[in-house]
């Protein structure tokens, strides 16, 4: 049982370039999450998905995307990268929406862009 | 704007002292609250969630909550080198509520000295 999958580790992108960070789980949650977390900030919010065929917005979604085709696929596309998207990214998933469900994260995923 | 403060620290603590951890919310009608341990490097992990007023002990850990004066706070009795930490507190979004969505405060830094 590996949980929350993200890759690439690690990633140096150049301003403008384009890449997505991929996020798998095998534990058949509904929903999934995508996070950002600046260095000595806590966890902001880009994306998140209730299942298959449904994305919502957070609280910072400007430059990315994502879509959510397999209950346990939910990739991020960052498109024209910027120096502002320098961060660590975790993805996470839990069983319902319920505020009391545990959320589990992946291990993280660390971008510069140069 | 929904917001989670947390004391940023360091906190230094001796071995076997009780480490005290605090946190205050800024909307009155959250309802759920986490405790996560981020380690250097790597993702959070929950370790203490409380929903109602009152103390709720786990461990070595007792999650304390107090709705009216909107705080939160965590303790770690008996601190152990392994217990050296960003511990970050979390409050559920609470429009809506089915996205389980939580707001982060930054972390509070905790350094336990053998």
């Known amino acids: 049982n590996a949980g929350v999958t993200q890759t690439p580790k690690f990633r140096i992108l150049k301003i403008g370039q384009s890449m997505t960070l991929q996020c798998t789980q095998d534990?058949?949650?509904?929903?999934m999450y995508w996070y950002r977390q600046d260095p000595g900030m806590g966890l902001k919010l880009i994306y998140y998905?209730?299942?298959?065929?449904?994305?919502d917005k957070g609280e910072v979604p400007n430059g990315y995307n994502v879509s959510r085709s397999t209950t346990e696929d939910f990739p991020l596309r960052l498109e024209l990268a910027a120096p502002s998207q320098t961060s660590v990214y975790f993805c996470?998933?839990?069983?319902?929406?319920?505020?009391?469900?545990?959320?589990?994260f992946g291990e993280g995923s660390w971008l510069t862009v140069v | 704007q929904k917001e989670v403060e947390q004391n940023s620290g360091p906190l230094s603590v001796p071995e076997g002292a009780i480490a005290s951890l605090n946190c205050t919310y800024s909307?009155?009608?959250?309802?759920?609250f986490f405790w996560y341990r981020q380690y250097s490097g790597k993702s959070p992990e929950l370790i203490m969630s409380?929903?109602?007023?009152g103390d709720k002990e786990d461990g070595r850990f007792t999650a304390q909550l107090n709705k009216a004066s909107q705080y939160v706070s965590l303790l770690i009795r008996d601190s152990q080198p392994s217990d050296s930490a960003t511990y970050l507190c979390?409050?559920?979004?609470?429009?809506?509520?089915?996205?389980?969505?939580?707001?982060f405060g930054k972390g509070t830094k905790l350094s336990v000295k053998p």
């Open positions: 996470a998933s839990s069983e319902t929406g319920y505020s009391g469900n545990t959320i589990y």
């Open positions: 534990m058949n949650h509904n929903y």
């Open positions: 998905s209730v299942g298959a065929g449904i994305t």
């Open positions: 909307d009155r009608v959250s309802q759920s």
């Open positions: 409380i929903y109602s007023n």
């Open positions: 979390a409050v559920n979004h609470p429009d809506g509520g089915s996205q389980g969505n939580l707001i």
